[in-house]
């Protein structure tokens, strides 16, 4: 079956520009988390949903950022007046449920770039 | 608070010979210990988890881990490393006390496997 989508793969703005990076995730997830990967290093949590609960927006580096989810659809992560200390790969992923025991399945990721 | 290390940037071997990549964690609660694997240019693919019963997990592509609760460790294990292992491996932990839904991911640990 489709795995988690993300969009675009790749996206070039400048410095003081808005964004909004895509994520479909697997049909039937509850869960849905965005990890944020700078160059060299590991994955750092950004935000996590689960269906209609509010999500746990701990991992938000900034007022600048924010997400939303539809349902249990398709996510979307915004970055406003980007800075160039937020280029990274932006990676999506889902689980099925949000138990604590669940494999989470990612998405390729969407590189942004911010000059 | 949970926290992962790995302290091996880069782990080299020759194909045919065994590996490990090496993780300790930290936690309050209960752990659930996994290892995700990263392709050059593909998402991250999960191998495999530890969340309750024998020490030693058996995952994809013939890797092993064990979990030691006295060392709090959980290193990633292969008998005979194939180049095609070449990859980047996380660690990453959840626990189930008070850690809400986040997985805190380590740095990462490049495999590099020589023919």
């Known amino acids: 079956g489709a795995g988690v989508s993300q969009s675009p793969s790749n996206k070039v703005t400048e410095k003081g520009k808005d964004v909004e990076l895509r994520c479909d995730p697997i049909s039937g997830h509850t869960a849905l988390y965005w990890y944020r990967q700078r160059l060299g290093q590991g994955l750092e949590f950004l935000i996590y949903f689960q269906g209609n609960s509010a999500p746990d927006k701990s991992g938000l580096p900034s007022d600048r950022f924010s997400a939303e989810r539809t349902g249990e659809s398709v996510s979307t992560l915004t970055i406003q007046r980007t800075q160039q200390e937020d280029s990274a790969v932006y990676l999506c992923?889902?689980?099925?449920?949000?138990?604590?025991?669940?494999?989470?399945?990612f998405g390729p990721g969407t590189r942004l770039l911010v000059l | 608070a949970q926290s992962v290390a790995q302290p091996e940037d880069q782990v080299n071997v020759a194909e045919g010979n065994p590996l490990t990549v090496k993780c300790t964690y930290s936690?309050?609660?209960?752990?659930?210990l996994f290892w995700y694997v990263q392709y050059p240019n593909r998402g991250l693919q999960f191998l495999l988890k530890?969340?309750?019963?024998?020490?030693l997990v058996k995952g994809s592509y013939g890797f092993e881990a064990e979990f030691n609760k006295s060392q709090t460790s959980f290193h990633l294990k292969k008998p005979s490393a194939l180049v095609s292992d070449s990859a980047l491996y996380f660690c990453?932990?959840?626990?189930?006390?008070?850690?809400?839904?986040?997985?805190?991911f380590g740095a990462g640990t490049r495999l590099f496997v020589k023919a």
């Open positions: 992923a889902s689980s099925p449920t949000s138990s604590h025991r669940e494999t989470q399945y």
């Open positions: 530890y969340i309750t019963g024998d020490n």
């Open positions: 936690v309050s609660g209960n752990p659930y």
């Open positions: 990453a932990v959840r626990d189930n006390n008070g850690g809400g839904f986040k997985t805190i």
